[in-house]
């Protein structure tokens, strides 16, 4: 088996990396060296593998202190709309070799470090993955914050500075078990702390009308302290601010304790506001009813409209004294975008300042409000889902201060809509904010929708369920409020940085405009069917089959083969995602090869991976079914090397930007309807896999761009799940009627797949046959019949090739620029920029 060349070997061939000038890798080496020097503490003389890493990771983050420092600069003297970003996730992965890309410092960084006897493929490997978010949302703000810099946009994205991230997934004995996540335990080399920017948060205490205003009394301060990692657009120059907080106890966090002789216990408890940015919640659409996660959501938001304010009254680069004083301008400098309903406390807290502490006119905060803030919906689940709504309880505990959402606000809109539909009391309850009953509720996502001027969904099909089902009332009110902005993905790191040798591909074809314009793939359309394009594009998927069999087997022991069709279904573990449906074709094909061995079958190898929820039971239980699926079918002798099942483990950033390149089928099996829009499709799309999958989320405008008959598109739409929904769906029929069906469940059910426990998947079985909302049997006979087609194009690697060139050709309306210059366009109000700002050793003008 030939050796798959490495990404090192690669990128000596590769253009686009920028060309490793003898200057660039002579300073290179030479700052290396000097960190490396002052990295070494004097009792140590040998270097460690880490102390190579952070040496070079403080080498690269030289080059882009000065642009950062220009680029802010270059904000404060024009003074431009700034944009921000908020979201409780941000999903960055490692951080070094994308600054190299966007830099384009790769290959000088790639010549210096093997000049100095050392692989840079193993120092990136040394890096942790930043995992501050739990899946789609979270890596979606990341690679928005890649394209607001690249489009030269002066953004800022705030969050929160978990100390654990999400949690590390192992498996053992075919459980997943959750350890923590301790991504911070070496330090950090790409943030900054800010202690001179650090502000108070007030949680508790009362509130007090006096003639002069509202007073927030007796309140448990908790500090905010920002930590800034930069931001580096491609090869432009521009380097933004991810801004993260994280909590501290203020000196004299409980004082009055010390008097009494608890000094020890006071200082103990400063943990307990510290807590505030101790870890992320693990679930992925799925609301935690928690105090402490009510905290988290007022943390952020407290800390970062301080900071947005501060930033709007000072003009000067540098000065901290207010020069503006009037709110009037407020939403001509200021976009504030909510990354779903977890910062929806930003209306009411931009309320709160304006009114109590402005002195702004309540009419005109209202507007002010209104016109900054804008809405992302995330969710298909409607908006009586308890994934919206805080009990008015935790609310006045946490932030009494904050009027709840603004009472008289609640009562105005309450007002408005009465006005307009006289008499329809059901119409009133259902677009509350309030929400009456024995224990009131506060609905979050209504409260976003009524306090911005924009509210979106993130894929076309999920835009129009928005409108018709998840805020339809809201919708006939104000229509012209709604908009969709599909989904993308950075081609930085999800291209050039993940699989080098299929971006030179496309350069050597169509130059390497396509990074920054990704529309320009199109040019490969007319050459789908040139042999040396064929050619090359599948020794590239070869190439990375190699690469990636190798990792399985020195990193899980595991032996595939790589000429077998790698068939990778990659996401968080949910139901309505589908794991389940998967499973039921692994084992369907292993009935089939056992039943006639002599027959020819495609070799598969079946990829599944993700996190489950620590409490999400059901999606535990799928995890345990792969891995007990995995050790039968990998074990019989008789499949021998036509079909494997791997669980991924451990799936997160870092692992994606492995896997996906070397994936020759993308699974992308939701129930029609349920999946808001997904990105890691677009990503297998870009990279070269066909999908299979349903009309659900953007693979219907992926289906549209390419061409329905270049994926694989099976089941049920939305209008026949709800004419399923109006008529009862009954598995059993299904089980019934279809014998491979019925005999892959009852495997399943009698411990065929789990001897030593037969009554392990009972509940899977159970929910499958009795209570499954997904109707994973109702797509089960199409599915089968679809992967048949999948086997039979396999069979022809030319045509095979063919369509994943058209597939790759019709991927541009997939990239976040898109996506980010349509926010910035029709949402924020400004315009996206190709200004270059000229490099530190060059004069600004």
Same mark, same amino acid.
Request: glycine residues 4%; charged residues 25%.
């Given at each position: 088996m030939a050796k798959p060349l490495t990404d090192s070997e690669k990128r000596k061939q590769i253009s686009v990396r920028g060309i490793a000038g003898l200057g660039d890798v002579a300073e290179v080496r030479k700052s290396f060296n000097r960190h490396l020097h002052?990295?070494?503490?004097?009792?140590?003389?040998?270097?460690?593998?880490?102390?190579?890493?952070?040496?070079?990771?403080?080498?690269?983050?030289?080059?882009?202190?000065?642009?950062? !420092?220009?680029?802010?600069?270059?904000?404060?003297?024009?003074?431009?709309?700034? !944009?921000?970003?908020?979201?409780?996730?941000?999903? *960055?992965?490692?951080?070094?070799?994308?600054? *190299?890309?966007?830099?384009?410092?790769?290959n000088a960084c790639d010549e210096a470090i093997y000049q100095l006897g050392l692989d840079l493929e193993e120092l990136e490997e040394i890096e942790e993955d930043a995992g501050l978010g739990n899946g789609g949302l979270g890596r979606l703000a990341a690679c928005f914050l890649d394209s607001m810099a690249t489009l030269g946009l002066a953004a800022y994205g705030y969050g929160i500075r978990y100390e654990f991230g999400i949690f590390n997934q192992k498996i053992v004995n075919g459980w997943q078990v959750e350890e923590a996540d301790d991504w911070l335990r070496y330090g950090n080399p790409w943030e900054k702390a800010r202690p001179e920017y650090m502000l108070p948060v007030h949680f508790y205490g009362r509130v007090e009308h006096t003639p002069e205003g509202v007073r927030w009394l007796d309140t448990q301060v908790v500090l905010a302290m920002p930590y800034d990692t930069p931001v580096p657009g491609y090869k432009n120059n521009t380097v933004n601010t991810m801004r993260l907080w994280s909590a501290k106890a203020p000196n004299d966090f409980k004082l009055h304790d010390f008097n009494v002789g608890g000094y020890i216990e006071a200082v103990l408890d400063r943990n307990l506001a510290e807590n505030i940015s101790r870890v992320l919640y693990p679930n992925d659409n799925f609301f935690e009813g928690k105090e402490l996660r009510l905290k988290q959501e007022y943390f952020v938001v407290a800390a970062t409209l301080q900071d947005i304010i501060r930033r709007f009254k000072s003009s000067k680069f540098g000065c901290r004294d207010p020069v503006r004083t009037c709110f009037e301008t407020f939403p001509d400098k200021v976009a504030i975008q909510l990354n779903d309903t977890h910062p929806a406390l930003a209306i009411p807290e931009l309320m709160r300042i304006l009114v109590d502490v402005e002195k702004v006119d309540w009419d005109k905060a209202w507007e002010i409000t209104k016109k900054t803030c804008a809405y992302t919906n995330h969710t298909v689940w409607g908006a009586a889902a308890p994934g919206f709504s805080w009990t008015e309880q935790n609310f006045r505990r946490g932030a009494p201060g904050i009027p709840c959402p603004p009472a008289h606000g609640s009562l105005t809109w309450k007002q408005h809509v009465a006005a307009l539909f006289p008499g329809d009391v059901d119409r009133l309850r259902r677009m509350s904010v309030i929400e009456e009953g024995d224990c009131k509720r506060i609905n979050m996502a209504h409260l976003c929708v009524i306090g911005t001027h924009a509210v979106n969904g993130v894929a076309r099909i999920h835009s129009e369920i928005v409108k018709q089902s998840v805020f339809k009332d809201f919708y006939e009110l104000e229509p012209e409020k709604f908009q969709n902005k599909t989904n993308g993905i950075t081609p930085r790191r999800w291209l050039l940085l993940c699989n080098p040798g299929l971006a030179d591909t496309i350069v050597e074809k169509i130059g390497e405009g396509f990074l920054t314009d990704l529309s320009q793939l199109k040019k490969l359309l007319p050459l789908a069917s040139d042999e040396a394009l064929i050619r090359d594009v599948a020794k590239v998927k070869q190439e990375n089959k190699l690469k990636f069999s190798a990792f399985l087997e020195k990193e899980y022991k595991v032996k595939i083969n790589p000429s077998s069709m790698f068939d990778v279904h990659v996401k968080r573990i949910h139901e309505y995602k589908r794991q389940l449906l998967n499973c039921l074709h692994v084992v369907t094909l292993y009935n089939r090869i056992k039943k006639d061995p002599a027959r020819p079958f495609v070799p598969r190898t079946v990829m599944i991976g993700g996190k489950a929820a620590p409490g999400y039971h059901m999606a535990k239980m799928i995890i345990k079914l792969v891995t007990s699926i995995g050790d039968v079918v990998n074990h019989d002798p008789v499949v021998g090397d036509r079909l494997k099942v791997i669980f991924l483990e451990n799936y997160r950033v870092s692992l994606a930007e492995k896997v996906i390149p070397a994936a020759d089928l993308s699974q992308q099996i939701s129930t029609a309807g349920t999946e808001a829009s997904g990105t890691g499709n677009m990503k297998f799309m870009l990279n070269g896999a066909l999908t299979i999958g349903t009309m659900d989320g953007a693979n219907v405008e992926m289906a549209e761009e390419a061409g329905a008959e270049n994926l694989f598109i099976f089941g049920l739409r939305v209008e026949d799940v709800e004419a399923l929904d109006q008529k009862g769906y009954h598995a059993r029929e299904y089980y019934d009627r279809l014998p491979e069906l019925r005999q892959a469940v009852d495997q399943i059910s009698s411990g065929f797949f789990s001897p030593k426990e037969p009554d392990c998947f009972k509940d899977v079985v159970n929910m499958l046959l009795n209570h499954d909302r997904f109707k994973v049997f109702a797509d089960y006979e199409a599915y089968v019949a679809c992967q048949g087609q999948v086997d039979q194009l396999y069979r022809n690697p030319k045509e095979w090739t063919k369509k994943v060139i058209k597939n790759i050709a019709c991927s541009g309306k997939f990239s976040s620029d898109r996506t980010i210059t349509e926010y910035a366009r029709d949402i924020w109000g400004v315009e996206p920029s190709d200004l270059q700002i000229p490099p530190p050793n060059l004069p600004k003008d």
């Open positions: 002052f990295t070494l503490v004097k009792d140590r003389n040998v270097a460690t593998p880490r102390d190579y890493f952070f040496a070079l990771a403080h080498t690269v983050r030289d080059h882009l202190v000065g642009r950062w !420092i220009r680029t802010q600069q270059h904000y404060y003297e024009r003074d431009p709309k700034r !944009i921000y970003y908020l979201s409780l996730e941000f999903y *960055m992965g490692r951080t070094l070799q994308n600054t *190299m890309v966007n830099l384009g410092l790769q």
